[in-house]
């Protein structure tokens, strides 16, 4: 095992020189034994509403890829704990994630990456995936018509590729966001959430159970 990754099932933060300075994260170990394990590059909402790693649906992201057998890293961006630099739009956000994956790659050769976000976090990963090529990506209530309403949509990740989102949210319209999937070629798979709101208060155990199988599906040895 690398000295820079912890053992299963165990956490460990790490300070990781970036672009705009240094970029703190944790890197959590799989929680279930894997040959050749993969590894999770998580994005959180937006830093300046309050959004950070510790956000409880960024971390039911980063557990699930752990019950998958997978490393995890959550990250704050910039300007969010301490993490250095400015928030930068989501431009430099996306190179810090492209950096963090290929940081996390250099240490596991051999897995394969999932790139995955929440809220502004799933504009990033996606937006991060054109320069990645991740085996699978996962977007929960992707913002693509709110916080980038004048940027056109990410490319369309060349993976499988799921998105979660609320009917009921009150953040990032669904209806916007399902008529942008749609515009996709193919479409991602999308699981609508009936009387779900953007957070997902009182219904994780409702998402890790969508999440969760489809990490097993595309990361099994």
Not at 36 to 65: D, E, F, I, R, W
Request: aromatic letters at 10%.
């Amino acid at each position: 095992m690398h000295p820079d990754l912890p053992a299963a099932g165990d956490n460990k933060t790490v300070l990781i020189p970036g672009p705009a300075g240094l970029i703190e994260a944790m890197i959590s170990g799989p929680r279930v034994a894997s040959a050749q394990p993969g590894y999770a590059v998580v994005c959180h909402p937006h830093p300046l509403y309050g959004g950070a790693m510790s956000n409880k649906v960024t971390y039911a992201l980063a557990s699930c890829a752990q019950n998958a057998g997978l490393y995890a890293l959550r990250f704050n961006f910039r300007g969010v704990g301490r993490s250095q630099g400015v928030h930068d739009e989501g431009r430099g956000e996306t190179d810090d994630t492209v950096l963090l994956a290929q940081w996390l790659g250099e240490r596991l050769p051999q897995g394969r990456l999932l790139l995955a976000g929440f809220s502004f976090g799933a504009w990033v990963s996606t937006a991060a995936a054109a320069r990645l090529q991740p085996a699978a990506q996962i977007s929960i209530a992707p913002p693509f018509a709110k916080y980038f309403a004048d940027a056109p949509p990410p490319p369309r990740p060349r993976c499988p590729w799921l998105v979660v989102h609320g009917r009921d949210d009150e953040v990032v319209d669904y209806e916007a966001t399902r008529q942008i999937l749609e515009a996709y070629d193919p479409p991602p798979q999308l699981v609508t959430m009936d009387g779900v709101g953007h957070f997902f208060h009182n219904r994780l155990a409702d998402l890790n159970e969508v999440v969760l199988p489809f990490i097993r599906e595309h990361f099994a040895d």
